[in-house]
């Protein structure tokens, strides 16, 4: 008989307690939840028939030598993304009868990925879908990559006078670039650009709002905000450009109140004052076309539907609905022709079809079990920390006896300062500080088997969790691959792909590769809240344990840093055919050694002639054998066209 696969179910525990603990339901939206064999299984477009098992992909893709660390990107499900936003303008704009369509861009600066730019074009062809860019570089991309001459080319950032000339010329090619203008000086420049080149661009005008935003981005929103004109600078822009016989090719407005906004109330009092900005704007001559709504269409990465920064308390459909109702109304107050909405929903779009993988290299555990017999003579120190152990032992953990626990964890956190106090003077030797700690790390432990770790609300006895708290070693860095983690405290959701039959018994923090202190991971979902520490497994010897961060697919990349020269994970591009069967589209490989030593000007000839003659000189000086310098080169050599991480 064939022996299963499917590891046996664990009594205590089942796959509702690890979709619960993990909240993967919630924040897993239809794309990830758990399949019997308890690995996370991917559903492309929430079809629950046809499905992937990600720890049998990851398996597979290490018998092609594509190991972790990397990054799974499903393409499926990014074409899904596009279409439920498309879908659901097309909806609301149905509804309402609103009389004229939506054109979505994606803002380039989310991900700059050739696939990834090509698949978005590719998937969003069928409603014109474009592209928006910041900077020079960015306009080049778009440039070459829009192939749909009906696709939008919205052209933001700072801009010089190549930049405006390249804009002015594309529009010549058949493109549709729309030059937005953010800053008051730029108007002289496209003037005179103009009349340089005999030709003129369509014109754009980024307002600054007076309404205010949340969330982490909301002090750089409103009239202190980096770009946009305030109201005056637009009347005087509009004054320079009917000067100039170019009012007629102004015909966007566009305003932006910052990413992730989680407060539907937010995004509505924006939309009141743009429109009507808008509404102003074609009443004195210009002939609007275009309101461009901007970023700012957030996700729930928690599943808490919540105002919480890490979270949103609408739905798609429902920004697509008081996006167009908001517009519309304004517009038929007035008399005015409905434009034509644009988004540029790039968090929402590119969010979920990416998950970074990585693998446990090692665990730092508390041992917290103790001799209690151990017969050395004891200061009185350590004498007081033993009986407190044996009265946690012998106590119930009942209501009326909380406050005695409580006194009893209070009391041996004390005797352990004392210790350290003592240790400090020379008065107790490292042997005996040693065991101070031990027993108070089995005081903490033995609180957890009368109180379950959950259960432990008192702050009084919170520094348990942390105290007993154990740290997994993972082969990745958190500046290359979630930088936003770091520098901006974003919570991602962070679960073991794989082993949900079982229960997960230690409750661990994340540290990465980099030498660097704030190289950890320490903030979790919790159903709505974040907490400190997130429930893991033990290791099984020869086992591989693998983590997968999801929605990671916004930014990370694009912010991502070279922090201790750990370089681009490998990029798998994942299409899910019929059949719960897949196929890799496309791979980009990682980094090695010397690729990321030659961005900052190290030659690997150079290091490696370099330790060549150091090694010759080791040899005449009888500190190092012939047979040693060749090993040492030939590992030398091996090791630079090697990838940065971590190796089996």
């Not at 983690?485 to 679960?495: G, K, V």
């Not at 079982?502 to 903030?523: M, Q, V, W, Y």
Request: hydrophobic residues 35%; contains cysteine.
């Amino acid at each position: 008989m064939k022996k299963s696969n499917t590891p046996k179910p664990n009594k205590s525990w089942s796959i509702q307690d690890s979709l619960e603990t993990y909240n993967i339901e919630k924040w897993g939206d239809k794309y990830f939840s758990l399949n019997q064999k308890g690995n996370i299984a991917i559903f492309p477009n929430g079809e629950k028939e046809n499905n992937i098992d990600l720890l049998q992909l990851i398996k597979e893709l290490k018998s092609r030598e594509i190991n972790p660390p990397l990054i799974i990107r499903f393409n499926d499900i990014l074409k899904d993304r596009i279409s439920e936003l498309n879908i659901a303008f097309e909806k609301a704009i149905k509804n309402y009868q609103y009389s004229n369509k939506y054109k979505g861009v994606f803002p380039i600066k989310c991900n700059h990925q050739k696939n990834l730019i090509e698949k978005i074009l590719e998937f969003g062809s069928q409603w014109n879908f474009g592209l928006e860019v910041g900077s020079k570089s960015e306009l080049l991309i778009g440039l070459s990559l829009i192939e749909n001459k009906k696709s939008l080319l919205i052209c933001n950032g700072y801009k010089d006078k190549n930049y405006i000339e390249m804009t002015i010329l594309a529009r010549k090619l058949g493109k549709q670039p729309i030059l937005v203008i953010e800053q008051r000086d730029e108007v002289p420049r496209i003037i005179e650009c103009v009349r340089k080149l005999g030709a003129t661009p369509l014109i754009g005008i980024r307002s600054k709002l007076s309404s205010k935003s949340i969330g982490r981005w909301g002090k750089s929103i409103g009239e202190s905000s980096k770009f946009g004109l305030s109201i005056p600078e637009i009347m005087l822009t509009l004054k320079d450009l009917e000067s100039a016989n170019l009012l007629s090719e102004l015909q966007l407005l566009h305003f932006h109140i910052g990413s992730q906004i989680s407060d539907i109330s937010i995004i509505k009092d924006a939309l009141q004052e743009a429109s009507q900005i808008f509404v102003e704007l074609s009443k004195l001559g210009a002939p609007m076309k275009y309101i461009d709504v901007g970023g700012g269409l957030g996700i729930d990465y928690e599943g808490s539907t919540t105002t919480s920064s890490n979270s949103t308390n609408y739905s798609l459909q429902n920004y697509a609905n008081d996006v167009v109702a908001t517009i519309k109304d304004s517009c038929a107050v007035n008399n005015i022709e409905e434009p034509i909405i644009i988004s540029e929903s790039g968090r929402s779009i590119i969010s979920h079809c990416s998950i970074l993988i990585f693998n446990i290299l090692g665990t730092s555990n508390i041992n917290y079990i103790i001799n209690e017999n151990n017969k050395n003579k004891h200061s009185l120190i350590i004498s007081n920390l033993l009986n407190t152990f044996r009265e946690i032992k012998e106590i119930k953990a009942t209501k009326d006896e909380y406050t005695k626990i409580i006194e009893l964890w209070n009391d041996a956190k004390k005797f352990k300062d004392d210790c350290l106090s003592t240790f400090r003077l020379g008065f107790m030797s490292l042997e005996e500080r040693a065991y101070a700690e031990q027993i108070t790390w089995a005081c903490a432990k033995e609180i957890t088997n009368k109180i379950e770790i959950e259960n432990i609300h008192n702050k009084e006895l919170a520094d348990i969790k942390d105290t007993l708290a154990s740290t997994y070693y993972g082969n990745f860095s958190v500046f290359r691959s979630i930088p936003d983690s770091w520098a901006i405290n974003q919570i991602f959701p962070i679960i073991p792909i794989h082993r949900h039959l079982e229960k997960p018994i230690f409750n661990g923090t994340f540290a990465d590769l980099t030498c660097d202190s704030d190289g950890k991971l320490n903030n979790f979902i919790d159903k709505g809240q974040s907490k400190s520490l997130l429930k893991l497994h033990n290791l099984n010897e020869n086992e591989d344990y693998f983590i997968g961060i999801f929605l990671s697919g916004a930014y990370q990349e694009a912010l991502g840093n070279l922090h201790n020269l750990f370089g681009n994970t490998n990029i798998i591009h994942i299409d899910i055919t019929k059949e719960n069967k897949y196929k890799i589209s496309n791979i980009i490989k990682e980094d090695n050694k010397a690729e990321v030593l030659k961005i900052f000007d190290y030659s690997s000839e150079e290091l490696i002639e370099r330790i060549r003659l150091n090694s010759e000189s080791a040899i005449n000086e009888n500190k190092l054998r012939i047979e040693e310098s060749r090993q040492l080169i030939s590992q030398i050599e091996h090791s630079l066209r090697e990838s940065t991480y971590l190796s089996e």
